[in-house]
């Protein structure tokens, strides 16, 4: 079957550096979209990993290892307007999304 | 409009009621999603489209119905309304298969 694998929640101090793993196993593969959600609201796109590596925008990367099934979203310099969840979302060989139950990310002063 | 809409913001439906959430994008995306999303779960497909004309099941179809006569509009319709249908509703597009999704700004139903 398909799955998902994220952490439900994470805390994280403002300024600091949080790393939020996503394991998963699909039916195929055809990139990988990290997505942000804040409470009450729609989900809105992060970023896309189709290739292993790392991809950088601004405070925000998000790493693809294709053979380890495994992807991570870093967010630098933590604000508290980036506390919601975090939804990992692979791409399976029907160009289907698979979304996980995201991670809550609560950040602290 | 700009993006996604979606209609109603929220509602609450008596049981056994028929009821018709609406959603119309104005990018001309080809591609559209229905989901559910519960507390705890992740959001959950209940039908899609990848072009006008054609719809197609997704993983929780039963109790609702969809359309797509057109490339703008994809309205849900729950045909007879039960409380487990209570739940936020996303409405979806994207230019093509595999593109990143534009969401709307989500309904939320509640059933008595």
């Known amino acids: 079957g398909q799955n998902i694998d994220q952490p439900t929640e994470m805390t994280a101090t403002e300024g600091a550096i949080v790393q939020i793993n996503c394991t998963y196993q699909?039916?195929?593969?055809?990139?990988l979209f990290w997505y942000q959600q804040h409470a009450g609201e729609a989900p809105t796109f992060l970023s896309y990993n189709v290739l292993d590596g790392l991809e950088e925008k601004g405070r925000f990367s998000s790493f693809l290892s294709r053979s380890k099934g495994y992807s991570y979203l870093l967010l630098k310099e933590l604000q508290m307007k980036d506390s919601a969840s975090y939804l990992c979302a692979p791409l399976d060989s029907n160009y289907q999304l698979i979304w996980g139950a995201g991670t809550k990310l609560i950040i602290k002063p | 409009i700009a993006g996604i809409t979606q209609a109603p913001t929220s509602q609450i439906l008596a049981a056994g009621r028929r009821m018709t959430l609406r959603c119309t994008q104005d990018?001309?995306?080809?591609?559209m999603y229905w989901y559910r999303q519960d507390l705890g779960l992740g959001l959950r497909l209940i039908h899609y489209s990848n072009t006008a004309g054609t719809t197609g099941k997704g993983e929780v179809p039963d109790g609702y119905s969809v359309s797509r006569a057109n490339t703008d509009d994809f309205p849900l319709t729950l045909a007879s309304a039960v409380p487990s249908q209570t739940s936020v509703y996303f409405c979806?597009?994207?230019?093509?298969?595999?593109?990143?999704?534009?969401f709307g700004s989500g309904t939320r139903l509640t059933v008595v």
């Open positions: 979806a597009s994207s230019e093509r298969e595999g593109n990143g999704y534009t």
């Open positions: 699909t039916s195929g593969f055809n990139g």
């Open positions: 990018m001309r995306h080809n591609a």
